[in-house]
């Protein structure tokens, strides 16, 4: 299984960036999949999650409200809309992927099966 994360690029503070993930070599649409970034100097920490079905998405408190996850099954790719982006949001944006169809939010790193490489994204002050 092969995920490939892009959309990344520098933007200026209050502006938006749509972030993709294409899954290959697995059943997409068996998988929970997950944003994870991680910033300069810190550890990698959740964004967002959306289940195999995409009928449940959660989010890091410091996203809610700003950014959206969402898929498309049909082209095994899931997105991250990212809105009203502040300085914070600086750092390298990584997909993941769960395989076991589960039921429950997967908001751990540990948890996730496959990962893509990231994708750089820089907000200007």
């Known amino acids: 299984v092969q995920l490939q994360a892009f959309g990344g690029g520098l933007v200026q503070a209050g502006g938006s960036l749509r972030l993709s993930c294409v899954v290959s070599g697995g059943t997409f649409r068996n998988y929970g999949m997950g944003w994870f970034r991680q910033g300069p100097s810190e550890a990698r920490e959740f964004v967002a999650f959306?289940?195999?079905?995409?009928?449940?998405?959660h989010y890091a408190d410091s996203v809610k409200g700003r950014f959206t996850i969402s898929r498309d099954n049909a082209k095994n790719t899931m997105y991250l809309q990212m809105d009203s982006l502040k300085s914070e949001d600086t750092a390298v944006y990584y997909c993941a992927a769960d395989d076991r169809r589960s039921i429950k939010v997967i908001n751990t790193i540990n948890e996730y099966d496959y990962w893509g490489q990231g994708t750089l994204v820089t907000v200007s002050s």
């Open positions: 959306i289940n195999w079905s995409g009928m449940v998405q």
